[in-house]
């Protein structure tokens, strides 16, 4: 069966340092690769998605840049990190029948 | 962009009720999703929906995929109380693209 893995789990990181999140899919292969962002008690927000290695697509401007690497890792990264950039970052997955399934998230705070 | 309007923002119910909210968009989706999200955990997809006029049921949940494919619902017979959490729908033009989700109905049950 397919299993997403999400790392860290909670980040608590200083306005204006570096973020690298991970996401990883197991089970599956050439998988389509999303980030999502959630603010507090909001609707989730698609902010990358990829169909393939090096393919990225970005849905908004911002702060935050994406990079899939391998097959099944897709990363989120920032160089230097906003307050806004806080909240709940999800990564989701899905195959053939483009059903969306997440992983358990990270926690980010930038303080 | 889309946006998708998702009602009743909060719904207070007794254990056994049964519950029904819904979504309406201002443009068509090819496909409807509805999860739920637990705090501090990603989504689960509850119910997929890829037709229009598409009732479909898993356990005690029903979904409806409106005929004019701006809408649809989900319904949950005899609540529980591990029916507690938020329900988010979602709409996904097609293929692998990223979902616009709903701002979430949260749900609360009183014994």
């Known amino acids: 069966s397919q299993t997403i893995h999400q790392w860290p789990a909670t980040l608590v990181q200083p306005v204006g340092s570096p973020l690298s999140l991970e996401c990883t899919v197991e089970g599956t292969s050439n998988p389509n690769l999303y980030w999502y962002r959630q603010a507090a008690g909001r609707g989730l927000q698609l902010l990358f998605y990829?169909?393939?290695?090096?393919?990225i697509s970005s849905e908004v401007p911002q702060n935050l840049s994406a990079s899939r690497p391998q097959d099944r890792q897709f990363i989120l990264s920032s160089k230097k990190l906003l307050l806004s950039d806080s909240g709940f970052y999800l990564c989701?997955?899905?195959?053939?029948?483009?059903?969306?399934?997440f992983g358990p998230g990270t926690r980010l705070t930038v303080t | 962009g889309q946006q998708l309007n998702q009602s009743p923002q909060s719904m207070f119910i007794q254990e056994g009720e049964d519950v029904s909210m819904n979504c309406t968009s201002s443009s068509i989706f090819n496909t409807w999703l509805w999860y739920k999200q637990d705090p501090g955990e990603g989504p689960v997809l509850l119910i997929a929906l890829y037709k229009a006029g598409e009732l479909t049921s898993n356990g005690r949940l029903t979904a409806q995929f409106g005929i004019t494919r701006k809408d649809s619902f989900l319904n949950i017979s005899a609540s529980i109380p591990s029916d507690v959490g938020i329900y988010f729908c979602a709409g996904q033009l097609g293929g692998a693209d990223g979902l616009t989700f709903g701002k979430g109905t949260h749900l609360i049950i009183q014994p």
């Open positions: 989701a997955w899905s195959g053939v029948g483009y059903e969306q399934y």
């Open positions: 990829s169909v393939g290695i090096g393919q």
